[in-house]
């Protein structure tokens, strides 16, 4: 289990912590808002990634090295595929400002059902669309049940962990707008920046 230092949940690499849900709590919704304080202590290497938020098959957050390109990305599945297969990098479901450890972001992925959208410090980084069908993929209108693992800071089986802090963690069964995602940004910064 993490520990809790001063409110964050602190994950560390050395001990392979992570926090396990029993069942798919996003399973059956048409539209979400993932939220997030997050800071690493040190990023992933080329083609890696440290895993935030899984529901595996379904719903996928995490920080990403792809090719030398730093990211929080996602990706959603209906439970027969995914919209993007490659964490948000295929179809651009990623931020888009320069990452770097030891610093306290502000993120957040919005789906309205059709169109995810990725802030970062309350800034829209980047909107795409989840019907991808079109380009060999799939259209992902509602999350499916998925499979395990099921948490967060790990992907399973001791892969992919989180190596750093998680403040406050906040998931909507709907699509927070712009200034929803700004209010919160700017209510919350003061604690961590």
Known sequence: MP??????????????????????INSGQTAGTWEFWLKCYSLP?????QQIYIQESVAWFALYNSSGTIAFGSDLGNGSGWFDNNGGFNTGARS??????????HVVYAWSGST????????????????????GRQNVTTIGSGTTPRGLGYRG????????EMGEIRMYNRELSASEVSINYESAKTQYL
Not at 96 to 105: G, L, M, P, R
Not at 121 to 135: D, K, M, Y
């Open 3 to 24: 520990r809790i230092k001063g409110g964050p949940l602190v994950f560390s690499v050395a001990t392979n912590p992570y926090i396990n849900f029993p069942t798919n």
């Open 45 to 49: 290497t080329s083609g890696n990634y």
């Open 96 to 105: 888009t400002s320069s990452i770097s450890a030891n610093v306290w972001y």
């Open 116 to 135: 995810i959208k990725v802030y970062l410090n309350g800034n829209l980084q980047s909107a795409t669309s989840t019907l991808q069908a079109a380009n």
């Open 157 to 164: 089986s001791g892969t992919a962990h989180w190596n750093g």
